[in-house]
């Protein structure tokens, strides 16, 4: 396995966060699971990168838009720059934007006073 993969039990754990479809659409099967702060060609040592909140379960089409439109994707929080901690960056899941837990919860965020 490569450093900084997902186990078998970090993808159980994202998967069902995310109820057996993608995590964008919110329509199509689950087909992947991405990395939303990359590893990198040569993995990486950082343990974080394999703990579910740095994870969302895609469909194949929803993956492809994230991995070819970057800036759009980190301003939704679908990527991480390296220097962030996943857990600590909203993503936006269900028309909302949310915290990613790493025991696979999704915390809504407080509102904001007027």
């Not at 994870?55 to 492809?64: E, F, I, K, T, V």
Request: proline residues 6%.
């Amino acid at each position: 396995m490569r450093a900084g993969a997902f186990t078998n039990d970090t993808r159980l754990i994202i998967e069902a966060r995310a109820m057996g479809v993608c995590e964008i659409c919110m329509n199509a099967p689950i087909q992947q699971f991405h990395h939303r702060r990359p590893r990198g060609s040569g993995g990486t040592r950082r343990p974080e990168t394999a703990y579910p909140s740095n994870g969302l379960a895609l469909c194949s089409p929803c993956h492809a838009t994230v991995e070819s439109n970057r800036d759009e994707s980190y301003r939704l929080g679908y990527l991480v720059r390296q220097q962030h901690d996943p857990e600590d960056v909203a993503v936006w899941i269900g028309g909302r934007f949310v915290m990613l837990t790493d025991s696979g919860l999704c915390k809504e965020l407080p509102e904001e006073a007027d």
